[in-house]
């Protein structure tokens, strides 16, 4: 793989895993009360656990963008998304879909559907990305602007298909589907 693409897919999920630390700790207690709601931990591990999810996202945005831990920070971030992959559809098997994913933050209620599932297996496609031998070579300052405007094309579109999917159950009721 070049390293330009390299770097503009782990610099993204990076900032993808930054973003979503943040929201959770604007208000950690809405985010444990989240966790709690999933049903998959015990009552006495989720305040612990929840912790631990805001702190591994925010190791795994340091670890995607220091070169020396590429291997780990991509496996890391693999793992974190399908196990909240896992986590949405187990309770969508269980027919709970009336949780909120917790990826939006405290501010912004999304249940849970398929797509966030789907959603989050292409982002550990792309996380896993991040394995496939570098093509090494030198960086110039054409890189560096690519990586720059790919890094924010690939933000603004990640932000354009979650509001879409933030939608999905209005754009349902407005049928009558729901």
Do not use: Q
Not at 155 to 165: E, I, M, P, T, V
């Amino acid at each position: 793989m070049d390293v330009a693409i390299d770097i503009t897919l782990r610099t993204a999920l990076a900032l993808l895993f930054l973003v979503a630390a943040g929201h959770k700790l604007r208000d950690p207690g809405r985010f444990r009360a989240t966790v709690a709601d999933y049903r998959l931990l015990p009552v006495w591990l989720v305040g612990p656990g929840a912790v631990l999810l805001i702190c591994t996202e925010l190791g795994v945005a340091v670890a995607l963008v220091v070169p020396t831990l590429r291997t780990p920070g991509a496996l890391a971030a693999a793992t974190l998304l399908a196990v909240y992959g896992t986590a949405i559809a187990v309770n969508l098997a269980r027919g709970r879909r009336h949780l909120d994913c917790g990826c939006a933050g405290p501010a912004v209620r999304r249940p849970i559907n398929g797509w966030l599932v789907a959603r989050n297996g292409v982002l550990v496609v792309a996380a896993l990305a991040g394995l496939v031998p570098l093509h090494a070579r030198a960086l110039t300052w054409v890189d560096l602007l690519t990586i720059a405007g790919a890094t924010a094309v690939l933000a603004a579109c990640y932000g354009s298909l979650d509001r879409l999917l933030a939608d999905v159950p209005a754009l349902a009721a407005l049928r009558g589907e729901a």
